[in-house]
């Protein structure tokens, strides 16, 4: 990996960020965040701009660049891959390191006196804009919006913004109509006395219409807006993926309907001065609902005493808490997914001790099964393939410069998942093709215990997912061991692999409680910089549990694996198991027996129901 | 408990409210805040100024009276007893209620457009007058400053503020001297780049002086400010007790000494116009530091760009980290405490089945055995005697009309400590004078194998209180039971049995991380509404823990029981105690009987001696 050459392109940005026809008065720094105007964790070509200033393009980091310096804070994950991707221009600003200046610090003590900070006003949550704005004003600047993205004007060959068409779901894999989802909003919206909700979110518009899109890699997404009023529905789309006869009638364009369910579809550009015109239509007392996390440009189009922000919306609360059909859906995929893994684990028993297949190769083939399964849409996120010290690194993906042949001496990591039409999978698994070291079976079983932990807990209705983080640790913490990421985030229905507002981390955020429905992934690790990573996932979906006493009529929760692959027995050392744990492994591979065994027998696939039945012998404990 | 008659309280109340003595422009609401100017958990009778308008004497809830209005603000706990302690004058406003409404809320539903709501600004902290302030201003409203207390006009036979001697306490106690803590306080200063700091809370002036007082019952502190310059030193203190020859020595009052260390005594009450002095003598980047719960009057003095505020001042950070000399302090309390428990539960042994014993008997005596401890001062808080139902009630504490009869059929539960001058204590033993029930030994196991699984719990060093709440309440999840309150709370030395920055609670506060030397309490429960109570509760000490690996050599932490006092293992259901559990029991039990047993004998304590031997016999575990 050599750096990005950025010299001249700085000196471009430099001068535009003078340049009148761009900006009201010089700005003397510009800040390139990395999302988009929808903050989406996952961005579009043309939308990595920080990427195309910088060189850098880990899924984290900001950029500031003013006269005299260009910066870019990242953290811990992507270090390396920074200080690799970035030539000289640039100074790496180590995030969570002590010494580590913030961005509104270092600006500070960088600036001129009276300084003008730009940034655009679309890519900047409205809750940052805050932060950032007071923080520079208490010391004389000015943040500034700068209507026309800086960076686009000198990004001659910017990608244009994708506009693929639409896939419709009908009932049987939403469970709800969107008619009825804007039925049950207005609802909410009339509970917090709102008349209008503004959808920023990706995945909360596709959510609402049943609608799903292909303009971003991995979530299938597609670039649009909608504001909901009392009585109006407008969604902003580009393209004419609107005079697609599916998408018409789904969408009920050509019917006449009541005019509360008449969609307005407007153009994607025009929802800033669409909802200009909304706040200045407003009477008092009617309130506009926000994600706090919109951009500053949409928030500040509703005058302050107008706003109603929330950190999470309505949408996506209700959208995190899967209906039955979408729950048979996330089951119906992870079978199929584990169909496609048992046929990938068996295909690299026989291949990995040829000495031929690379990570690469693996990951491949991982996706090539997944292809065979019907619904399948494509990968949810990026294959991550590692063999020994690949392991260690937490967010790796293979390319050709690091790209390592599995062996049977190496521990192996496999962290992946794909969109299929009935739901979204993630799981990862840690095997070993030869004989795995006892060092390497007991941390595998500390991690494995800390898994069963969360797996198994069972806990009051209501309990909010970070009480649950510790109980994933436990085992390791035993041990003077941990992992630096937390154990779990929730996962849409075939939807983005990562959404909110549940999971499961030390990091206490704003998580709602956990409810009976959401699905979340369970992925305790260990990781040994240099030799090898070690990691369990299975997306699990909050489930009722029975307990012997009900305290206040509360009801209790507890978790039911979706995912359903073998656990590989030969890294467990079973003298490290409780009973209960002994037990729950066995329960676990009884039922991957039962139900992904038919599920193979079904498909014709003989040769991976052996290696299912191999790898799911009962474990036995020495009494 | 009968009601108190407010009617006439209130007709004068809202007499002042519009009295141009007092008040600038009548105001329509005036607030009742419960703590005094130090925002301090235990309040002096003069300070009780919320009860005193309502009669209602719980330790937190909020008054307030508009002129058609009186409602009053507050939790779970005190829903029963506020409702009988107030007269029909009053609304009840049940905090954690869905429909209850927030006191920002339930103004702007009741006042007339434009109104002036007043509140004592001494009283009031900063960050929630500046909550309620945006609030009300957002609706129109303001929020303004009484300068004198409007409770204090109507209040004609208001107790005297206390002002008791004052105990110095030397180094074999505090381990510092002040002026070494004023050294270390002065760094971090410079390192913050702040040159003065204003000590508010009564405990952190007391910590930082080695002083001790009296003035607010359970709590050895006294009524003092401190502004620490980075050369001056100003102790805010009325009375006489500045002139007491040992406090003088004590404080090198008349030494010549370094001008950095001459502490200049002024009045209590010129503290608002001395730091105003301050404010308005600031330079450009001279910031003043204050607790973000300072008062807002005090807050109010220094002007907004020269104000550094955080939740926890350096003070309270150091005080939490106990050093060598405090923490041996805190073990011989610790085990003298523990004497004067065996010898109650001794006496209650041979008294309970006599059927003569009350819990406020049973209260007096625990205090009378104590006080034969050398250095026992005070008790530490409202000693919690509860038999059978009263049990159930978290914050009880026997009065007259509720007194019970300890008996042979039912559970006893007993949260008593107190202040020693070499450390301070709180534990709660939860006992059976004759044979408990099957169910009340399973419900008191699972509450101990919450108290072993944190007590006993191995944990990164950083990692913070709340991320080990779960492991308390586990064992009782699994069965659907709960407890409704925190694990644990911060102990002071010789100080607050209450005291931040950490603890372990559900609650996501802004706790500091643990580190060792740090004692927090450990104490699960379990809570039958009608029929018993069970809490299991030691002090424990932060240690560093050896563990067979050292992840990213952060090292280890773990905890060491300071309370010494034996658990019933009669209570105990031995069969759902694992392996561990039912060692980790034993070996507490040998220290008991080691350490405690050689004080026993050294005070020739030899029935007592006796009980401890008995009830300190090793359990066994059915193989």
């Not at 500070?108 to 655009?120: F, I, T, W």
């Not at 008349?195 to 997404?221: I, Q």
């Not at 999978?425 to 800390?450: I, N, Q, W």
């Not at 090898?532 to 307990?547: C, D, S």
């Amino acid at each position: 990996m050599s750096p990005k050459i950025t010299t001249e392109l700085l000196k471009q940005l430099r001068q535009v960020m003078k340049n009148p026809k761009y900006v009201q008065e010089p700005v003397q720094a510009y800040i390139v965040p990395s999302g988009d105007a929808h903050q989406s964790e996952y961005i579009a070509p043309c939308d990595c701009r920080r990427a195309f200033i910088s060189g850098f393009d880990g899924s984290a980091g900001t950029a500031i660049v003013t006269e005299q310096h260009a910066a870019m804070w990242t953290d811990g994950r992507y270090f390396l891959q920074a200080a690799h991707q970035m030539d000289n221009n640039w100074t790496l600003m180590k995030m969570g390191l002590k010494d580590t200046p913030t961005q509104e610090d270092w600006l500070v003590s960088v600036l001129p006196e009276g300084s003008k900070v730009g940034v655009d006003p679309f890519i900047i949550p409205a809750d940052q804009w805050k932060r950032m704005s007071k923080a520079l004003r208490s010391a004389g600047h000015d943040l500034v919006p700068v209507k026309e993205n800086l960076i686009d004007t000198i990004w001659t060959d910017c990608p244009q913004r994708p506009c693929k068409p639409l896939i419709t779901l009908d009932l049987s894999y939403t469970g709800v109509s969107w008619r009825d989802k804007i039925v049950a909003l207005r609802s909410k919206m009339a509970e917090r006395k709102v008349m209008w909700f503004v959808v920023t979110a990706l995945d909360e518009v596709a959510w609402l219409f049943n609608l799903r899109g292909s303009d971003v890699e991995y979530n299938p997404v597609f670039f649009a807006y909608a504001v909901i009023g009392m009585n109006t529905i407008r969604l902003f789309i580009d393209g004419d993926r609107m005079m697609d006869p599916p998408v018409r009638e789904h969408l009920q364009l050509d019917s006449t309907l009541e005019p509360e369910f008449k969609i307005q579809v407007m153009p994607y550009g025009s929802i800033l001065s669409e909802l200009q015109a909304v706040g200045a239509g407003l009477s008092p007392k009617e309130k506009v609902w926000l994600s706090d996390k919109a951009s500053y440009a949409l928030t500040e189009a509703i005058p302050k005493a107008y706003r109603y922000l929330t950190p999470y919306t309505p949408i996506c609360i209700a959208k995190a808490v899967k209906n039955a059909a979408e729950t048979e859906g996330m089951r119906r995929a992870h079978i199929k997914d584990a169909v496609a893994l048992c046929e990938l684990f068996n295909w690299l028993e026989k291949e990995v001790p040829k000495g031929t297949v690379t990570e690469i190769i693996a990951a491949d083939k991982a996706e090539e099964f997944r292809s065979q399964q019907k619904d399948f849409v494509e990968l949810s996120f990026a294959t991550i393939s590692s063999t020994g010290p690949n392991g260690a690194i937490i967010h790796y993906k293979p390319v050709p410069e690091t790209n390592r042949t599995l062996s049977v001496n190496e521990i192996y990591l496999l962290d992946s998942g794909a969109q299929y039409k009935d739901g979204t999978t993630d799981v990862t698994r840690t095997m070993h093709f030869g004989t795995p070291s006892a060092y390497e079976k007991e941390c595998f079983t500390y991690v494995l215990k800390g898994h069963i932990a969360v797996s198994a807990a069972i806990f009051p209705n209501g309990t909010k997912g970070h009480l649950l983080d510790s109980f994933a640790r436990s085992a390791l913490w035993d041990c003077g061991l941990d992992y630096l990421h937390g154990t779990g985030h929730g996962v849409g229905s075939f939807l983005n692999v990562h959404e909110g507002p549940c999971g499961i981390s030390y990091k206490t955020f704003a998580d709602e409680p956990l409810e009976a429905g959401m699905i979340v992934s369970d992925e305790p690790g260990y990781y040994e910089d240099g030799s090898f990573g070690i990691r369990i996932e299975n997306v699990v979906l909050v489930i009722p549990a029975e307990t012997k006493y009900n305290f206040k009529n509360r009801g209790s929760l507890t978790f039911e694996p979706l995912t359903l692959v073998p656990i590989q027995t030969k890294m467990i050392d079973v003298n490290l198991l409780t009973e209960k744990e002994c037990n729950w492994v066995n329960e676990y591979h009884r039922k991957c027996r039962e139900v992904v065994g038919a599920e193979l027998e079904r498909q014709g696939r003989h040769e991976a129901l052996g290696w299912l039945l191999r790898e799911t012998e009962p474990l036995a404990r020495a009494q």
